[in-house]
Every structure is written in C-alpha cells, then in structure tokens.
C-alpha cells in the first residue's frame, strides 16, 4: 500500500490545477520570478523536502543555491541584493512554499534581517556585512523572542552594556531558527528602560560568550534547526549597533515584523494551494461507489470552499505586500489582518485537503501531512494571531 500511495502521490504532484488567480495582475518581471521560483521549488525543493523533514536535515546548500537566484535578498536594495519589492518576494515565497513551508520561511527569516542591515544599518555596516550574507553562503538569525517575553515584546531583558569600545550582552533568546548555524544574529535587546530603551546588535557566531541550546524536538518547521541563543558577558564591538545609536531597537523589530507577517502569511497560501492543487487531483482519480469523489455534490462544495480561501487569501497577503510598497499609512494593519486571516484560513484548506484524500492524506507519503504540521506554528510566531486582532481592531476603532 504505501509503494502505491508514494507512486500516485509523485504523479499527482507533477500536475497543475486552477490557479485560484495565482498569475491575475501581475507584471511581466513578477511573472519571470514565479516561473523562476516555481522551477526551482520542483527542482530543488520538493524531492527533498520530505527526507528533510524526517531527518531534520538543514539544507545549507539548497539555501547558497536559492541565494544564486537572488531569494536570499529580494527586497534589499540593488547594490547588494535583487532590489525588488515586497509584492515581488510574495509571489517568489508563494511558489517555494508550495514544495517545502519549513525551508521557505528560513528564506523570508534571512531576508527580513538582511533588510533591516539594508534599512537601518550605517554605510560601514551595510559594506561589511550584506556582502556576506545576501548569497546566502552565510546566514542570519532574528532574535527577539524571550523565555519571559513573547507576545510582549517591549518586556525583553537581555541586556547590553556598553564597556568602551564594546557592549557585553548578557540574557538568552528562544525560538531562534537557524540558532547555532547562522552567521549573525541580529538580535533586540536592552540599553535603557521600556520601549525606547531597546537597541539592536548584530553579533557574529563567533562572539566570545555566546552559546546555543540543543535543537529543539517540534510539530513541524523540522529542516531548519530551534536553538536557544544565550550570552554570557559576550563582547561585541560597538561598531555592530545597528544604525549606530542606541533606543531605535523596538521600531527596527516592529517594522520587520510587518513584513514578517506578510511572509508567513505567504507560506501558507503556497502550501494552501498546493493542497488544493493535490486535493483536486486526488478525487478527480479516487472511485467509491462506482463514480469519482470528485462527482460528489459534498467534494465539489468542499472544494469550492478551499478554492474561495486560497483566492481570498492571496488577495489579502499582496494587498498588505503591495500597502509596504507604498508606505500605505495603514499597512501594519493590513500586514496584521492578512497574518491573521490567511493563516488560519489557509490551515483550514490544508486540513480540508487531508480529509478528503481519506486515510492517504495522513501517510507520510503524501507531502500534506507535513504542511498540516509546518502550517500549526505561523498563527502563533511573528505575533499570535490573537495580537493580530489586537492591532486590526484599534486600527478600527481610532
């Protein structure tokens, strides 16, 4: 049975169904960046990403390779990386998140922290840094996330004192993905009191006094690594203060995670239209009672359903992606309100895609399972979703 399953589970992922308007509106170049970026999904992405997930294997070298392409720096401007816009990158991370959410959101983690070197960085530091890490061949790690502070984020206590030339950071960091491999990590922390007393430093791996937890054992999101980040006195030279002046750390980590959201917003529809793209397919070929599924008026409803979110979804991510473009005064809440609508929406379709492929759909066989699992953690990460609905309805309400 389960050579059967792999056999039509690999023929039915060569298939391509109703794009749910996944092409509508856009550009001759964003077109040229979703055929680039789907190609490379079928070619170096989905073979692999199920033994990925199994072995919790870290593809480093998939990563250099997607940096060739430019994924690894696509809205960092064009000096140092692709120069593209945020409506671009949501139509590249659509297509790779469709073959493995897992590895594509590490990609959209490293560009939000080669766009804050890019955004808020010195010259210095943009020359000495973005040279390194927008190929990809080095990595880079957000740090933001407390063992005491998480959806409260202006709570933080990890703490840097400045000690001449240098600050000595002291705390720990939790949830970090890429911990222990990446090169940097770009990390918030405290020089003051509240809000306005927090800075950001990036700090190379190779900082004394800097240390990780063991790889954390998860649901999902197993081909990147979960580490704990952890200084002790670790010394780092002043000049990697990003952008040069203490206090400015809580507007860099807000203003990064608006496009954060809008990213993993992102993933989930790839894998939402990937599961809608399997489902058709699979009850188009399955027969119960003489007939196809498919010719059921219940599946046709469903699917009907799952189409209709995956649409909506995609609306509402390149909406906010397009609002970051133009500086829109409200894009926070449209970054907020796609986050939080497109991945709990797209969850659904995904589990809506499982149900109907019956006891299939929950093989390892089929890639589904997986996206069921990697897709769980995006409600929760780069803002729960409840904070989401906190940030929608004061934008309502002012």
């Excluded at 170049?29 to 970026?37: G, I, M, R, T, V």
Aim: aromatic share 8%; hydrophobic share 40%; glycine share 10%.
């Amino acid at each position: 049975m389960m050579k059967a399953a792999t056999r039509r589970s690999a023929r039915l992922a060569q298939a391509r169904f109703f794009s749910g308007g996944a092409t509508f509106g856009l550009t001759e170049e964003q077109l040229l960046f979703q055929d680039a970026a789907r190609s490379f999904a079928a070619t170096e992405i989905e073979p692999h990403a199920a033994k990925w997930d199994a072995t919790k294997h870290f593809p480093t070298d998939v990563l250099a390779k997607a940096g060739e392409l430019g994924f690894g720096a696509v809205y960092v401007k064009d000096d140092h990386g692709t120069g593209a816009g945020r409506l671009d990158a949501s139509v590249i991370f659509e297509q790779l998140s469709g073959a493995c959410p897992s590895f594509t959101a590490f990609v959209t983690i490293h560009n939000m922290c080669c766009w804050m070197v890019d955004r808020f960085g010195t010259e210095e530091q943009r020359e000495r840094i973005l040279p390194d890490v927008c190929s990809m061949e080095n990595l880079m790690s957000y740090c933001l996330t407390e063992p005491g502070s998480g959806s409260d984020a202006a709570s933080l206590r990890t703490k840097a004192v400045k000690d001449g030339s240098n600050y000595v950071i002291n705390g720990s960091k939790c949830f970090i993905s890429g911990a222990g491999t990446a090169k940097y990590y770009v990390v918030m922390l405290r020089t003051g009191e509240g809000a306005k007393g927090i800075s950001c430093i990036v700090v190379p791996k190779d900082t004394p006094g800097l240390s990780f937890g063991a790889n954390e054992s998860k649901m999902g999101w197993n081909c990147q690594p979960t580490r704990q980040v952890i200084f002790e006195d670790a010394v780092v030279p002043a000049e990697n203060l990003l952008g040069g002046v203490e206090g400015k750390g809580f507007g860099m980590a807000m203003m990064g995670l608006d496009g954060g959201r809008i990213n993993i917003a992102t993933c989930s529809l790839g894998a939402a239209q990937r599961s809608l793209d399997l489902a058709v397919a699979y009850t188009k070929e399955r027969q119960q009672f003489g007939k196809s599924i498919s010719s059921f008026q219940n599946t046709q409803f469903k699917l009907a359903d799952m189409a209709a979110r995956v649409h909506a979804s995609r609306l509402l991510v390149r909406q906010a992606a397009a609002a970051m473009d133009q500086e829109h005064p409200d894009k926070t809440a449209f970054c907020a309100m796609a986050k939080m609508k497109v991945t709990e929406d797209c969850w659904n379709v995904v589990d809506d895609a499982l149900q109907l492929h019956g006891g299939y759909g929950y093989l390892q066989s089929y890639p589904i399972e997986r996206f069921l699992r990697d897709l769980r953690v995006h409600r929760i990460l780069e803002g729960t979703n409840e904070v989401m609905r906190l940030i929608v309805s004061r934008a309502v309400l002012a």
